[in-house]
Structures are given as structure tokens and as C-alpha cells.
T-cell receptor, first 118, second 111 residues
Framework: GAVVSQHPSRVICKSGTSVKIECRSL??????MFWYRQFPKQSLMLMAT?????????EQGVEKDKFLINHASLTLSTLTVTSAHPEDSSFYIC??????????????FGDGTRLSIL | SQQGEEDPQALSIQEGENATMNCSYK?????LQWYRQNSGRGLVHLIL?????REKHSGRLRVTLDTSKKSSSLLITASRAADTASYFC???????????FGEGTQLTVNP
């Protein structure tokens, strides 16, 4: 149980393109999803917390207009990298947590999206 | 910001040996979690230990938590080549819902 599906797994596109990444909880409802960014051989950096039906909460230094997050249903959150540039190339990972205010519950991760901007 | 510091950064052992990884953190926590990440993949949850617990076991995994020292350790016994991965600790603070990840330990188990 608690499977999170993330698509696409890999994107290669030209500079200036906008890229949408989907994160779906397949067998549970996720009121909260998280978006992380990970550079090679480094840890995960939380970008934003996505709450169903409300605006996402962005971490300091993360551009809201650059990284658009939509959490329109209890099973789907999307991250759109707008007008992507080479410096946006990275590994993006989403996660979802079961339950409301479930601080004591693990997060379930998607398999990540490798974004390469040429 | 990342509050967790893990050591060692990299660990290379032979199959069958035990592997111990340590994690330190700075703030009060509700719980601490360990995750595993295979290269190029997402994270897999291994074990969660609450702040009022001192030790927890799951199969070949043993996690300890010392809140007075703000540290935790993950022990993998009788390691296998398939255990090769990066291991991250993550803390959930008493107030708030986010996880803060450590820098990770890259474990290599040689067959």
C-alpha cells in the first residue's frame, strides 16, 4: 500500500520550455504532498508543501512564479517548472503523507523526475 | 535548511558485515525517520522512531535514538550487496509537518 506515482521519470527539453511533473497517490488520499529538489550526491531540499484545495507553501528562496504547484484533488499534485533554464536541471521528487496533520507518519515518495534543460 | 548531519558520508564494507550510520540533529523532534535511496530513484521509508522511544527493530535494521544527545544510529546487520544505497535520516519537529533531511550516508556493500 501507499504507492506514489510520479511522471514523467525523465524530461529533456530546450531552454524556455515549461515542464509539468505529476505526482499521484494511487491507493490513498493525500491531503499533503511535498516537492523536493535534489542535486547529485546531495540531500533533498524541500521546495514546497502542497495542500489540497489551498495554495502551496513555498520554502524561502524558492520562486513561486517559477515553480507552480497545483493540488486540485486528494490524489494529484503537479509541479510546473515555467520557462525552464539549464540551472533548473535537477532531480525533482514528490512525496505524500497519509492523514491530516499526521506528523508522526512517514512520507511515501515517488521515483523522481530527472529534468535536463538544454 | 538541513539540520541533520550524518556520518560517515561514505561507508564501504564486505557482504555479511554490519553497517552503522549516525545522524545528529539540532532541534526538538516529534520523531526521526530513516529512508533509503537507490541511485536515481525515490526514497523508501525504512523505520520511524518517536521521541519517547529509545530503540526500534525491523528485520535486519536496528535504530536507536538518544534525545539527550540529539542523535540516532541505524544499524544494518548481515549486510547484503542489495543494501548498497544512500541512507538518509529525517526529523519531524514537534510543531509543524515538514521533514528535514540529513546529508546522507552512501553505503557500498561489496560482494
Amino acid at each position: 500500500g501507499a504507492v506514489v506515482s510520479q511522471h514523467p521519470s525523465r524530461v529533456i527539453c530546450k531552454s524556455g520550455t515549461s515542464v509539468k511533473i505529476e505526482c499521484r497517490s494511487l491507493d490513498f488520499q493525500a491531503t499533503t504532498m511535498f516537492w523536493y529538489r535534489q542535486f547529485p550526491k546531495q540531500s533533498l531540499m524541500l521546495m514546497a508543501t502542497s495542500n489540497e484545495g489551498s495554495k502551496a507553501t513555498y520554502e524561502q528562496g524558492v520562486e513561486k512564479d517559477k515553480f507552480l504547484i497545483n493540488h486540485a484533488s486528494l490524489t494529484l499534485s503537479t509541479l510546473t517548472v515555467t520557462s525552464a533554464h539549464p540551472e533548473d536541471s535537477s532531480f525533482y521528487i514528490c512525496s505524500a503523507r497519509v492523514g491530516v496533520g499526521a506528523v508522526g507518519q512517514p512520507q511515501h515518495f515517488g521515483d523522481g523526475t530527472r529534468l535536463s534543460i538544454l | 535548511s538541513q539540520q541533520g548531519e550524518e556520518d560517515p558520508q561514505a561507508l564501504s564494507i564486505q557482504e555479511g558485515e554490519n553497517a552503522t550510520m549516525n545522524c545528529s540533529y539540532k532541534t526538538s523532534i516529534n520523531n526521526l525517520q530513516w529512508y533509503r535511496q537507490n541511485s536515481g530513484r525515490g526514497l523508501v521509508h525504512l523505520i520511524l522512531i518517536r521521541s519517547n522511544e529509545r530503540e526500534k527493530h525491523s528485520g535486519r535494521l536496528r535504530v536507536t535514538l538518544d534525545t539527550s544527545k540529539k542523535s540516532s544510529s541505524l544499524l544494518i546487520t548481515a549486510s547484503r550487496a542489495a543494501d548498497t544505497a544512500s541512507y538518509f535520516c529525517a526529523t519531524a519537529e514537534t510543531s509543524g509537518s515538514r521533514l528535514t533531511f540529513g546529508e546522507g550516508t552512501q553505503l557500498t556493500v561489496n560482494p
